[in-house]
Nanobody, 120 residues
Framework: QVQLVESGGGLVQAGGSLRLSCAASGRISSSYAGWFRQAPGKEREFVATISWISGTTLYADSVKGRFTVSRDNAKNTVYLQMNSLQPEDTALYYC??????????????WGQGTQVTVSS
């Protein structure tokens, strides 16, 4: 059974940065790991994804150029570096694994989420 544990969320002022981490237990190295987020009153949306094997990445247009997803295979950990944060980035951020692509339905495993709040 795969378990994902996110950390690194918090409160930051607009223009600031945060780095989220997602530590995975279990064997998921043959697929992608992704980040999604859900703002209050909105549906969960895709943020970024990365291949454990090749490091290939894909980003939502709303975060491209500001967020960077990376992974450390030795630590079974995925990161999301978030720069130039804006109030509209405020959301509960989820790590997902065991899948691929931009649709949440394609991922088998989910973390519990970590809150990111950006003040103006």
């Amino acid at each position: 059974q795969v378990q994902l544990v996110e950390s690194g969320g918090g409160l930051v002022q607009a223009g600031g940065s945060l780095r989220l981490s997602c530590a995975a237990s279990g064997r998921i190295s043959s697929s992608y790991a992704g980040w999604f987020r859900q703002a209050p009153g909105k549906e969960r949306e895709f943020v970024a994804t990365i291949s454990w094997i090749s490091g290939t990445t894909l980003y939502a247009d709303s975060v491209k150029g500001r967020f960077t997803v990376s992974r450390d295979n030795a630590k079974n950990t995925v990161y999301l570096q978030m720069n130039s944060l804006q109030p509209e980035d405020t959301a509960l951020y989820y790590c997902a694994a065991g899948g691929w692509g931009t649709s949440e339905s394609r991922y088998a495993y989910w973390g519990q989420g970590t809150q990111v709040t950006v003040s103006s």
